[in-house]
Every structure is written in C-alpha cells, then in structure tokens.
C-alpha cells in the first residue's frame, strides 16, 4: 500500500484545512487508517484514527470536537477535517495504515501496529 497524504497549508488560527490521504491498492478498505502528527522538535503523536469495516473512530483529546476523520473506501481515501485551528497545531501530518488494528480500535495511539506511512504534509497555523 502506498498512501499520498495532502492538503496541508497555512491557515489562521481558528481556520479550517481538510486532508485527504488517497491510497494505492485494491485492499484500502481492509485497513485501519490513522492520522499522526509530528512538529518540530516533539516525537510523533496520534490524532485520530478509523476502522475498517463499520469505521469505528478515536481522536486524540486534543483535537476532539474539532477534528473528525472519515473515509471512502470508493476512493480509496481517508479525510482529516480540521476546524478551529490553534497554533499548537502546527506539525507535520502523517497518515498510515495499519492491517493489525482492529475494528474495535485498540491500540490504534501507537504508531507500531501500522505498517505503512505516507510521506506527511505539513500544517501551519499562525495566531
């Protein structure tokens, strides 16, 4: 699986972007999707993630009520909308997917269970 993650940009605080991470491969929709951030200086964190199947979703608390992940397994794509932007949003954006995690989402926080990584996309929220 190759993922192409996009959309990133430079947005005012309180500013919307949404990112999209388009698939290779026939088997997207047999996988977990997750989305992991990464700013400067800091290890990589989790912001959220989507099952396969019924596309059960978790967020990190930080983003929660403000960022929602989806999915279109007809196009073999997973969304990241992001409302009410903050500077401490800045980072590098990574999607991944991930064949071990479960519909159940357990486990999906941990960047080891996912198995392939886009190449990030980098946003940039200024106050």
């Known amino acids: 699986v190759q993922l192409q993650a996009s959309g990133g940009g430079l947005v005012q605080a309180g500013g919307s972007l949404r990112l999209s991470c388009a698939a290779s491969?026939?088997?997207?929709?047999?996988?977990?999707m997750g989305w992991f951030r990464q700013a400067p200086g800091k290890e990589r964190e989790f912001v959220g993630a989507?099952?396969?199947?019924?596309?059960?979703?978790n967020c990190a608390d930080s983003v929660k009520g403000r960022f929602t992940i989806s999915r279109d397994n007809a196009k073999n794509t997973v969304y990241l909308q992001m409302n009410s932007l903050k500077p401490e949003d800045t980072a590098v954006y990574y999607c991944?997917?991930?064949?071990?995690?479960?519909?159940?989402?357990?486990?999906?926080?941990?960047?080891?269970?996912?198995?392939?990584w886009g190449q990030g996309t980098q946003v940039t929220v200024s106050s």
């Open positions: 989507i099952s396969y199947g019924v596309g059960s979703t």
């Open positions: 991944a997917a991930s064949s071990r995690v479960r519909a159940y989402l357990r486990g999906a926080s941990s960047t080891d269970p996912y198995d392939y």
């Open positions: 491969g026939r088997t997207f929709s047999s996988y977990t």
